[in-house]
C-alpha cells in the first residue's frame, strides 16, 4: 500500500526512498571499486555498509506495513461494531426518527427548517449545513433560529438535548 502523502506517514516513505538511494549508490560503488581492483577491505567496508543499510530499509518497511495492517484491524472492526450497532438499533432509530417528525410537526417547521434541524442534529455546522442545502450560510443560520424559535430553545444543545437526554440516562432510571 503506497503512501499518498496525506495518510500521516510522508516522512518514513521518504527515509525509505532515501535509504534505498543510498542502497543503490553504494551498489555502484561497489561494482565501480571492484572493477578497479580496489583493496578487498574497502569492498568488505562497503559490502557492510550497504547490508546495514538494507536492514534498516527492511525494518522500516516491515514496521509500516505492520502498521497499516493494524491500522486496517482497526478500521474494519470499527466498520463492523457500527454495522451490528446499526443493525440492533435499527427499530429504535426508526422510532427516534418518527418522533423527531412529529415533533417537528408540533412545532410547524417549513420543510426547510425540518432538514435542518435534522442536519444539526446530526452534528453538522451551519457552513455544513449551507454547503449541503446548497444555501448560503446566513440562511442556514436563520432557518437554525426558526427551529430554536419554534421549539422554545436557546440553541442547538437543547435541540440536541430536547430529543437524546432521555437516550442517555443510565439504565437503572430507564426501567
Known sequence: MMGNGNDGDHPAWWWLA???????LIAIDLVLDASEGTHPAHLTLESLAMVAVTAVTLAMFRRREARIGLLAQ??????????????????ALRGLGEAIDVQFDRWELTPAEREVGLLLLK???LKEVAAVRSTSERTARD?????????????????????????????????
Do not use: C, H, I, N
Open 123 to 125: 452534528g453538522l455546522s
Open 74 to 91: 482497526d478500521l474494519d472492526k470499527s466498520r463492523a461494531e457500527a454495522t451490528r450497532w446499526r443493525s440492533e438499533a435499527e427499530q
Open 143 to 175: 432557518q437554525a433560529r426558526a427551529v430554536y424559535r419554534k421549539g422554545g430553545l436557546s440553541g442547538r444543545s437543547e435541540l440536541s438535548a430536547f430529543f437524546l437526554e432521555d437516550l442517555l440516562l443510565p439504565s437503572a432510571q430507564r426501567e
Open 18 to 24: 532515501s535509504l534505498g538511494s543510498v542502497m543503490l
